[in-house]
C-alpha cells in the first residue's frame, strides 16, 4: 500500500465537495476551474464516480456533472479506492515482491500497523465531513 494519493483521487474528493455545494449541474469547464485542473483532466477524474454511481454525468449543452449521492454516506477510502484501485496490493514496501507474514520484510509489522490506522481513518472520514472543513 502507498501512503499516499494520486492527484487524480484528489481531485475527485474535492469534486465532489464542488458538486455538493453548486446550486446546479457544473460544466467540466466550470469545475475544472473550481478545482484547479484543466477540462480536459476532468472526464478522467470524474470517470470513476460516474462508473460508481455517485455522480451523474449529462451530455449537451444544458448538460453537466451532478451529485447523485448524499456525500456523508460516502467515505474518502471508497473514493479513492474507486479512483486509485484497492490500496493494499500485497507488494511489499521495501522491495518489489509479495510480502507476507510467512516472509516479512524489515517493516512488514510496522508497516501493517500504519496502513490499518490509515485505512480506519480513512473509512471512518466521510467526504461530507470534508466538506465541513474546506
Not at 455538493?20 to 460544466?27: G, M, N, V
Not at 470524474?46 to 456525500?71: A, C, F, Q
Not at 485505512?119 to 466538506?131: D, Q
Request: aromatic share 2%; proline share 7%; hydrophobic share 45%.
Amino acid at each position: 500500500m502507498r501512503l499516499e494519493i494520486t492527484q487524480r483521487a484528489d481531485l475527485a474528493v474535492r469534486a465532489l465537495v464542488v458538486l455538493h455545494r453548486a446550486p446546479t449541474r457544473l460544466k467540466s469547464v466550470d469545475l475544472a476551474a473550481a478545482l484547479g485542473t484543466t477540462a480536459g483532466f476532468v472526464p478522467q477524474v470524474m470517470g470513476p464516480l460516474v462508473r460508481e454511481g455517485w455522480v451523474r454525468s449529462v451530455p449537451g449543452p444544458t448538460g453537466g456533472y451532478e451529485p447523485v449521492r448524499d456525500i456523508d454516506a460516502l467515505n474518502v477510502l471508497d473514493v479513492v479506492e474507486a479512483v486509485d484501485g484497492p490500496t493494499d496490493s500485497g507488494r511489499c514496501v521495501v522491495a518489489d515482491r509479495p510480502c507476507a507474514a510467512t516472509e516479512p520484510c524489515a517493516l512488514h509489522v510496522a508497516w501493517g500497523r500504519a496502513r490499518r490506522e490509515l485505512v480506519t481513518s480513512l473509512k471512518t472520514m466521510s467526504v461530507g465531513a470534508l466538506a465541513v472543513t474546506t
